[in-house]
DNA sequence: TATTGTTATACTCTATAACTATA
DNA sequence: TATAGTTATAGAGTATAACAATA
């Protein structure tokens, strides 16, 4: 006793994957509960600061093209604005909405079981859990 | 030095999120490089033990009418089967091949970011790592 | 009556390619 | 020429509602 074996690699990863679908779940549940979709409330997330249209779709990871229409469906709900860029009129700026801040922020509130989850870590677990994310992401992501 | 102030929940909501988000990116793209959706992938899966409709409809987090559409695609490649139940004939089964089980196998072992990330951690870390996950997870699941 | 799988419908997300207006 | 954003198009995922076959 006291001792674990360690996980194996492919073990780890699905544990990883489980937790990351949960997550998911949880946002798609409470964007859809203030009646967005996930890749709004991933794109209204993306605008606490004003971005270009090209950017977001860098943000997004998806297709230049498909930003036009998930922005258009923003700015039919209020929630966000295109504006002109002063340097170059080739661009315009996406700007989240006093109304849109005020939803994003409902719904990460509303993310009930993520922050169950997470809270009821130890300031020990916490720290250790945020260290290996940050550890493995730049692998992950390279 | 040597203490760390513990991350706030949401910051490390955000660290989660961002490793999740990385994760499914690396099976998306070994997914597509093998001619899969990340949903047919998700699939195949799911299907390493022969399972009903409905229940791969609970499985994959979506109506029952969507893994119509799902599996007639993945029996299109020639990856999957339906079978008829043996005690209900209203319920169909459906079955891996043997080439959708080698298809599988290859997308998983092509996720060569998720894997340089995961072993790059030290056993204790990989530990560490799987119990916090299995901490957190019936509480972002129930 | 209830359940399983399907179909019909509509909306969203996605990529590719072609277009426009700028640069 | 090259780039930013849009449009057109097509394929896929998603939910809702209605349906046939079976339980």
């Not at 690699?9 to 946002?27: I, K, N, P, R, S």
């Not at 979709?37 to 600061?49: P, Y």
């Amino acid at each position: 006793m006291g001792t674990t074996t360690p996980p194996s690699t492919a073990d780890l990863m699905e544990a990883v994957a489980a937790v990351g679908t949960a997550y998911f779940q949880d946002f798609a549940a409470a964007a859809a509960r203030h009646g967005l979709s996930s890749s709004q409330a991933k794109a209204l997330k993306s605008l606490r600061e004003p971005v270009p249209m090209r950017a977001l779709a860098g943000r997004l990871g998806c297709d230049a093209s498909n930003v036009t229409g998930i922005v258009d469906r923003l700015e039919g709900l209020g929630l966000a604005n295109r504006e002109a860029s002063a340097g170059d009129r080739r661009v315009k700026i996406v700007t989240i909405t006093d109304k849109g801040l005020e939803v994003l922020d409902q719904v990460q509130r509303d993310m009930a079981k993520a922050h169950r989850a997470f809270a009821s870590l130890s300031p020990e677990q916490r720290t250790a859990l945020d260290g290996l994310c940050r550890q493995v992401l730049p692998l992950l992501t390279g």
